[in-house]
């Protein structure tokens, strides 16, 4: 593929990568403007990524057996028309709103999750090795420059549009995705291997084995699960607190998430010079206690400000937190089993998500949405306490 060609490809995914922040930044919205009801964002939360982390698993072999192209153009069409169809069925029967959004976000989510899979599939063969790491870098800029831009026209749009035309814009970032990859022609057809559903059974209980042999990697699956399930808190009712319990604007919303992907690319740029100083261990740890602390201040927060302040610190530290997880565990699985053992720990965490979902969809109401951020908080602090010696000891990235 000429370099052209691999510029129309990388633009055809940021435009779908910006339809998916861009429901991201509506969906929640929605939902809460039409029932006024915390719950029913946590169990919209849920619904929404339950499906995209489900399909994890069967991700690269769907990408296997169907192509790349395939499944970007599959991905693309069926998310354009499910979110065109939702919006003109938000007009036509406006009070089913829920049912609605949440259909076309759990349809959306499990082919995003197809998409992004084949697209991390599909790079390594249409570049050669040594410009993979400049072709691994720019879709890293893609996934960061949309998770800034994406909110950010969001806010901004927020103030002319309501928040179910967003869901025709989605659809249209979408068909530019879907016409980006047609116009490509023949240039990603690589040859397609072939993966029995045996195989990937196999792979999964391997994974599993090697976990169960290796204490420590269910330690540090244990740490990152607790994280996510702070920031899967902060996800589930950012939309109900800034514009319900805070009183902000919707394009408040589109404000907290542009600074969530502003401090991750600033982290993204210090970890280097960290790293220099600090070992691995000391950071890491670190930024586990950041997360903790801003869990704590989002859930004593009385303004938006101090609420800012506590996301900011909590999704800013995620980033250090996990070059601690990744370069920890790579040093415990051994290398022939690294691909699934890898990929069921990323399945296990991501399950912590749909969870923060149910959290706040069933505790919203009895505790509090904002106690569910000292609890979370809480529970965390008391796990580190107790592993962190025996953790500290067994580190081989405590120098």
Partial sequence: ??????????????????????????????????TQNVSLVGLAFFIEWTPRVLSLPIAGSFSDRLGGKKVYLLADFVRMTVCLLGFLLIKLFPTNIFVIVSLVMSICAFFYAQAFIAMESTVPKLVSKADLPKAQSIL???????????????????????????????AGLFCLGFLGVTLLGSALNVQIAKSSKKQIWRDIVQGAKVLLDYPNLLTLTALSILVNLIIGIALATGAPLITGTFNKPDSYFGVLNTTAGLLGVVSFFLVPKLTKHFSVFSLGITAYLAVLCGGMLMGFANNFYLFVLGYALASGSTGLFNVYIRTERVQWIPSQHLGKTVGLIVLLNQLSLPAAGILVAVGSGRVGTKSLFILSSLVAAVYIAWIYKPLKTQSKTNT
Avoid: E, W
């Avoid at 055809?12 to 403007?33: E, H, T």
């Avoid at 806010?155 to 814009?169: G, R, V």
């Fill in 140 to 170: 890293q800029g893609i996934d960061q420059t949309s998770s800034i831009f994406g909110p950010a026209l969001a806010a901004m749009l927020a103030l002319y549009l309501k928040n179910q035309d967003f869901l025709l814009i989605a």
């Fill in 1 to 34: 593929m000429n370099n052209f060609k691999v510029i129309q490809f990388l633009v055809s995914r940021f435009c779908s990568a910006l339809g998916d922040q861009f429901l991201l930044f509506a969906v929640p919205l929605i939902i809460y403007k039409s």
